[in-house]
């Protein structure tokens, strides 16, 4: 089978290696789609030393050709999405059966259980309550899929802030009730003219920036919530926290590394999915073969207007 391995800077390599065998508590899928994830740009961009090799990929979903003896439950040809840790921009790949969920014939490009779980735990997080005030800063994949779960608890204003028109044109299509465009309006003034000048109750930070993240103490009101989405990786960031103590400010680090925390958000996603309170309609917008998944890095590097999320799609059948 064909798997991709990273080498170096920008190098990618496709790879011959053999299917994997599978342990008894796994399940062997035939991958169909594996998603590119932002957190995985990094060691693309930056570069591996000479002589390391990683093998990237882990929001994958496809069609189960092979369960372990333990395994009851799945069976060949049932569709899942899964979270794989590594090796997901493979034709194969060996995953946990605890780690699989299956997707109702759900397309399988909108299976992307990792990223969906992540949104599902930052809202619950987050404690979004019915008729808050809510912004979400970035309108990126994250930030969409934040804004429509958002938008499933009942809120009042749902307030999408970016700096990209396409990507504000989308947020409003999905059903935000004010965009803001950061190069026109000061956001912090168009929050305080919708709330009576109280601020949101809630604020999401999407980017993964240290503007969003300053911004995100100017748009929340006082006791309000501030929800870190974002990845912050690179320079350190900063915040006035003697601003944020006054304000008394609840600070929600929506990162999850707790394994229970990711699949119970992963099944709650699948189900949002499959009862259609969740769409993943218009999200994934860049689909490439294996053998151009340096395209498909670039493509999320340089995001040109329109785009949201790139996918690896393989042959299925
Ligand atoms: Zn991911």
Known sequence: MKIAALRGREGFVIEETEVPAIRPDEI??????????????????????DGEVRYLGHEVSGVVVEAGADITGLVPGDQVGTWVIERGFAEYVAVRAAY????????LDEVLAEPIACAVNAVEAADVRLGDDVVVIGAGFMG???????AVRGVRQLIVADARPDALSRAAAFGAT????????SLPDVVRSLTDGRGADLTFECTGTQQALTTTGETTRMSGRVAIVGFHQGPERTIPLAHWNWMAFTIVNAHFRDVGVILRGMEVGLRL??????SMQGLVTHRFRL????DAFATLRDKPDGFVK??????IG
């Not at 969409?144 to 958002?150: D, E, F, G, I, M």
């Not at 965009?179 to 309006?185: A, I, S």
């Not at 790139?310 to 042959?315: H, Q, S």
């Open 28 to 49: 062997l899928v035939k991958v169909a789609v594996s998603g590119v994830c932002a957190s995985e740009l990094e060691p693309w961009v930056e570069g591996l030393p």
């Open 100 to 107: 699989c969920f299956p997707t109702d014939h759900l397309p």
């Open 144 to 150: 969409n899929l934040v804004q429509k779960l958002v």
């Open 178 to 185: 004010r965009v803001v465009d950061v190069r026109q309006e």
């Open 273 to 278: 999915l499959s009862s259609k309170q969740l």
């Open 291 to 294: 053998e151009r998944i340096g």
């Open 310 to 315: 790139a996918v690896i799609t393989f042959p």
